[in-house]
């Protein structure tokens, strides 16, 4: 069984920076990938970025690419979302998940959701 908790969202402004955080609990966590999603109100869950267990094989969504970088510490048991440049539309709550079996991009392929954390972005 693997656990895991969202932290690090807030309000920020246009243009500015936030890294998100995922802590896993659970030895299990360092063989899974990891995905971030996001869903703002009244809209499907959103593919962000995947890592695979060692930390390669990246995918961007690519709204975010060159400006979100997606990384994790195994030795931690905790993954990454560091966001710059953030927009109005990036504007949602982000969830990371871990052990997808299946296309990375699709919220059904994993087995194991956090609580989310809100990411609001002001002008």
């Known amino acids: 069984q693997v656990q895991l908790a969202e932290s690090g969202g807030g309000v920020v402004q246009v243009g500015g920076s936030l890294t998100v955080s995922c802590k896993a609990s659970g030895h299990a966590f360092r063989s899974y990938s990891v995905g971030w999603f996001r869903q703002a109100p009244g809209r499907e869950r959103e593919f962000v970025a995947a890592?695979?267990?060692?930390?390669?094989?990246?995918d961007y969504v690519d709204s975010v690419k060159g400006r979100f970088t997606i990384s994790r510490d195994n030795a931690k048991k905790t993954a990454y979302l560091r966001m710059t440049g953030l927009q109005l539309e990036d504007t949602a709550v982000y969830y990371c998940?871990?052990?997808?079996?299946?296309?990375?991009?699709?919220?059904?392929?994993?087995?194991?959701w956090g609580q989310g954390t809100q990411v609001s972005v002001s002008s």
């Open positions: 890592i695979d267990w060692v930390g390669g094989n990246i």
């Open positions: 998940a871990a052990q997808a079996v299946g296309s990375r991009r699709l919220p059904g392929s994993y087995g194991y």
